[in-house]
């Protein structure tokens, strides 16, 4: 759809700039490039781009406000200074739960106290708030509908109108930062109330681009393995595997998953580690047994921790089991057959994560020593306490990092393949 007449008028008096894209497709192997327009809607200090399509009638674009908008970063939300209004998708805490078109039936029912049919659309509203704030939930506005329909290209125009969302009206706001603080103050007090008396696990609905980049990372594929398999797993890392796969929406889960299978060998891979530590020491021929301090020497060396079970300090675990189940060459080929991936831990957002950076550009460097401490500082900063040593920033589900967290996460999955089968013993039925 051109972006012409009247919506051009419209777009530009409200200040959202226009440009034409192009786009290179592969048709039967003959290369053909597409030409289209983008409207460029702010979004903290970036831009989201709104492509127009036929789909929703021109009356509907011209009759709404939807240009006022401005995007809310990480999250599915809009907000409009001029409109004073903040508008956020709300969605299941799982996907298990019913879904959103019941949350909106059931708040007919507590709202109106009886079982009248939903009206289309509909929208409930709490009490006002002394300084004159609205809230309500329901059916997305038309606003809301036109950028999300137009952001996240569905096939029908009314499958955004059903999304239900949490808008904020009469609320004064000038700025992103303030937009997202008051979104996440007032809405997750909502929300949790809401839970409480209802026992209805609604959330703010987070960026879902962030889903659809994970997904990105996952297209690689090989030729169908049909024989019947030769090896079996253990059951506990499995299910572990298992619930890391289905956390896609829920990153700090899926990693702490996929470290627990690394976690769950340490044992195995330190003893081995402290056996050929002790073998060497041992062979060294100015090793005297009958000497103290070279009785010391190796338990020094070990570094028993008396809360776990296998030898050394946590990190050192882990480096031992990274080290002993791939080689740097096959961690290499992981993140250099990723551009994306190369690129975010060559430039500064890595750091955001973890100090310990990736020397991926420097084919001498230690990588899987690299590695291991980058997954171990992620690791502290998801489970961080208080009382931790080392004064770890927490990670938690708002922050956020974590949307670049997907490239940590493909790096820990794949070595946690290679735990997997390296542990892995031939199948007896």
Known sequence: MKIEGKLLDKLTAAGI??????????????????????????????????RFNDRIEEKILLE??????????????????????IECEITPVTRHMAPSSFLLRRLGRLFNDDDTEQEENARYELDKAENGITVSIGSASIDYAILSFSKDRMPRFEYARRRPTL???NIEVATHDKAKSLLEKIGNSILFKLDLSS????????????????FRRRKEQTELDKAFPTYEYDSEPMSLYWYAKSAVEMPLLQFLALYQILEFYFPIFSNKNAHSTIKNIIKDPRFNPNKDSDITKIISTLNINKNQLGFGSELEQLKSTIQDCLTSEELREHIESDDEMIEFFKGKKAK???????????????????VSERIYEIRCRVVHTKSSDKNYELLVPSSPELKHLIFDISILEMIAKKVLIATSRLMKI
Not at 72 to 83: G, R, T
Not at 199 to 214: P, Q, S, T, V, W
């Open 167 to 169: 808008r904020i009206e």
């Open 64 to 85: 709404s406000d939807f240009e006022n908008f401005k995007f809310i970063k990480d999250y599915e939300a809009i907000w409009s200074p001029k409109l004073k209004t």
């Open 17 to 50: 700039d226009i440009e034409e894209v192009e786009r290179e497709s592969d048709f039967n192997g003959e290369k053909e490039i597409t030409k289209y327009q983008i409207a460029k809607f702010p979004r903290a200090r970036d831009f989201v781009p709104i």
């Open 352 to 370: 955001g994560l973890s100090s310990k950076i990736i020397n991926v550009s420097n084919n001498s460097s230690d990588i899987l020593n690299e």
């Open 199 to 214: 026992n209805m696990g609604f959330k703010l609905a987070e960026d879902r681009d962030i889903r659809r980049a994970y």
